[in-house]
């Protein structure tokens, strides 16, 4: 062996354990990884199971009739209230439906009350609305959003860059009581604008 191939040999051993070191800290970081992606899949699998297996908890809005009024022209008005029995603020926007062929449709009656678009926590909003025309049955929808704050919203749209739903900011819709319509098909009270009052839910 030539004094050369000594000098050879001293330069490349030293790189070769580098280069096994880097090769074995390179193998248990993706061993850790897989570990981990392994353990979050298996998690993400249970917790899918129990909310399965869970039983529905209500939603936290709801729709309730207490009564009828009449307006100033002497209409007849259907008293509604929507409650939010929760901690959290809502969004909400309403409609009433009309049976039509078996098929729940908009009715004639709409939104008006540009205000009372808030739930805030534990209250609710009276509003009184005419039975809308051309069908025997209605009822009242509700569609509400949760609002989120600054850190939540972001989160929010980070889940929706990525075509994901962010879990905590789902779409609630409600119906209320399937009610009859007195004057059937035949009604032709006039268009009353939706009066709205807010009110405090009792946490009892």
């Known amino acids: 062996m030539t004094p050369a191939s000594l000098v050879v040999m001293r330069k490349t051993k030293p790189f070769g354990k580098r280069g096994g070191k880097f090769g074995m800290w390179f193998d248990a970081w993706i061993a850790n990884l897989s570990f981990l992606v392994l ?34 022209s002497g209409a007849t008005l259907t008293q509604v209230v929507f409650t ?11 409609s009433a439906e009309v049976r039509k062929r078996g098929w729940w449709q908009i009715g004639s009656v709409q939104q008006r009350d540009s205000v009372a678009n808030a739930l805030l926590p534990r209250s609710g909003h009276l509003v009184s609305l005419p039975v809308p025309q051309g069908a025997e049955e209605w009822r009242v929808t509700l569609v509400a959003h949760r609002v989120l704050g600054g850190v939540e919203s972001e989160i929010c749209h980070l889940f929706r860059r990525f075509n994901l739903e962010y879990p905590f900011a789902k779409e ?10 007195p004057s059937g098909t035949n009604l032709h009270s006039p268009q009353v604008a939706v009066r709205g009052v807010s009110l405090a839910v009792g946490t009892n």
């Open 84 to 94: 939010n029995a929760s901690n959290h603020r809502f969004n909400y926007a309403f």
């Open 39 to 72: 353990i979050g899949l298996l998690g993400a699998l249970a917790l899918r199971g129990y909310a399965l297996l869970k039983k529905p908890s209500p939603p936290p809005v709801a729709i309730l009739i207490v009564g009828q009024t009449n307006s100033a």
């Open 172 to 181: 609630i819709q409600v119906s209320g009581p399937e009610m009859l319509n």
